[in-house]
Nanobody, 124 residues
Framework: QVQLVESGGGLVQAGGSLRLACTVS????????MTWYRQAPGKRRELVAK???????NYADSVKGRFTISRDNAKNTVYLQMISLKPEDTAVYYC??????????????????WGQGTQVTVSS
């Protein structure tokens, strides 16, 4: 079993900062890309930021220059540092890990694992 647990969401005023964290635990063999998505009420889930196992990153245009994704491979944890937050950043933020897990004595195929989401609310 693989679990992703997010933390760090909350309520912040516009212009403020938050740092999200997501830790992967369980029978992990390897983790490739780790990605943050978000979903605002009435909108589709969208990619916010992605980081590969080698450290390459890409961001949604709407967050470039304000959000920074990083990861600690030793801790199986990905972070999202968010500054200069805007009301339009309000959403549930989800962590995703493209990972392979042990299945008994075998290593399973790559699979997308998701966290439960953490609410970020930015007030104007």
């Amino acid at each position: 079993q693989v679990q992703l647990v997010e933390s760090g969401g909350g309520l912040v005023q516009a212009g403020g900062s938050l740092r999200l964290a997501c830790t992967v635990s369980g029978s992990i063999f390897s983790i490739n890309a780790m990605t943050w998505y978000r979903q605002a009420p009435g909108k589709r889930r969208e990619l916010v930021a992605k980081i590969t196992s080698g450290g390459s990153t890409n961001y949604a245009d709407s967050v470039k220059g304000r959000f920074t994704i990083s990861r600690d491979n030793a801790k199986n944890t990905v972070y999202l540092q968010m500054i200069s937050l805007k009301p339009e950043d309000t959403a549930v933020y989800y962590c995703n890990a493209d990972a392979r897990a042990f299945d008994g004595w075998r290593v399973g195929d790559p699979h997308d694992y998701w966290g439960q989401g953490t609410q970020v609310t930015v007030s104007s």
